[in-house]
């Protein structure tokens, strides 16, 4: 999806507590090799993070601030380990991170010694998982335990859904030995049925990158964990740039505001929090961000390069819950025509996004703004082609999401010999977040992938294959007759 825009998909998920798990030596090892990896590309982030002073305070509001609806442009010892088992069963609680089971006020879970680093969501779910892949970048480069909040329904449902435990999507396991990181979720420090209101002060990241964000960021997430926040503007200089339609910051700026000294000298007075009207500095304990999407080392939407720090020491290890692949793994072979027992053969996944996007064609008319299937066709045989050429496999699957509901349009899809995961009863069986969440899983797990420019979900679902697969991939644009022309 773009920037900021509703999720592909406008499809209840149950809450799960998972506990943390027990970490040893290896552990610890692994956790000091990361950071020794981490050397250059640390040093490379904080060569480029000062740039120009703050400039262009008098701009005029312009689209972007919509930005909801508006595209991208197209441009160490440790304690004995004291361990409880929680009520139910479950991942048994490391007294080193919390002192327990989740606890009414969230204070009195937090370990003195340990330090804690937070965010909010809210800007559509593939963007969410962008923004927590850069909070555990974060978690790194400040040596701190992330505390990932619930994914929240911004568009999932029509806003109408539960919200989503990151664990129950993400085999967080899996990340932390894969990464060194401890990783906490919010209901595992706050009690999810707590009435309590913590109050918390946080920094502002969405104030300080463009002059006419007037306000923190938009999210229901401190309202949904009965927070009260209280944010104090961060300096200009975490900007990225000098111009003022660049909402990008740099990770080392923002970071450097989690240490004490570069803290103490950027204090300014914070606004009132909006339940108990308290003006609180930030938070050193728990420290607090509200918005962690538009952040880089030295260049916007930096993701998308093969170089992402983000991307190479966290992105790519954020793979899916076992119970996840394996109902993906289903959907695929229903898609495909093929027994339960039958293996899965190699396939392409294609991701047509369309809905809002129509939006953006401004007075160019749909059928010329949107790629014809004989556009997203030329691109798949370049696909099989490439992939036949490296790897002597042939590929003759293909699996098609989208979030085009015109049964026209993919009456098309069937003619072409294309398959699509049905999804006429995974709301109801499975949740609101389902049909988002396999879909997402089966453009993953393709040897091939063609996706549409300008979309976070095909930027994510390429980088991927491409990690996890060795798949090839296009990227078909769109927006103008001839826009794939090549």
Known sequence: MFAHSPDDYTETSSVRRREIPLRGKGRRILFGFGFWALGCSIGFGLASSWGPSWGGSGSQMQDCVAHFDSPRPVLEGEAPHVVTEP??????????????????????????DVQYITTWPGSGWTNDVLLYMNLLYFAMITERVPVIPYFTPTHVGKGNAPTLPFGEVFDIPRIENATGLRILEWHQVKDSESEVVDT????????????????????????????DVSYTTAPRWIKMDSNDQNAFATFWTIASLAFPETRARNLQAPTLSPIRSVALPPDEHMVCYDYLYYVGTYTDYEWESDFSPAWRFVGRHMHWTPQLQQL????????????????????????????????????????????????????????????????????????????????????????????????????????????????????????????????????????RIQTWNSGISRTVKWGSPGADDH
């Open 87 to 112: 009520p139910g069963g479950g991942r048994p609680i490391t007294q080193t991170l919390l002192k327990g089971p989740p606890t009414a006020a969230f204070r009195d879970n937090l370990q003195p």
């Open 200 to 227: 918390l002060g946080c920094w502002s990241i969405w104030k300080a990158v463009q002059s006419f964000n007037t306000e923190p960021h938009f999210t229901s997430a401190p309202g949904r964990l009965k927070l």
């Open 328 to 463: 993906a793994e289903r959907y695929t072979r229903e898609a495909l025509g093929l027994a339960s027992y039958q293996a899965t053969p190699p396939y392409i996944a294609v991701h047509v996004r369309r809905g809002d996007f129509a939006n953006w064609c401004n007075n160019v008319p749909i059928n010329d703004c949107f790629p014809s299937f004989d556009v997203i066709e030329r691109r798949v045989e370049e696909v099989k082609g490439e992939i036949y050429s490296k790897k002597r496999i042939r590929v003759d699957r293909v699996i098609v999401t989208s979030d085009e509901e015109d049964p026209a349009w993919w009456a098309e899809v069937a003619k072409l010999g294309w398959s699509n995961p049905d999804h006429s009863r995974t709301a109801d069986v499975h949740g609101k977040w389902y049909p988002l969440l396999i879909d997402a899983v089966i453009q993953s797990s393709a040897i091939g992938f063609v996706g549409t420019d300008r979309s976070t979900v095909s930027v994510i679902a390429r980088k």
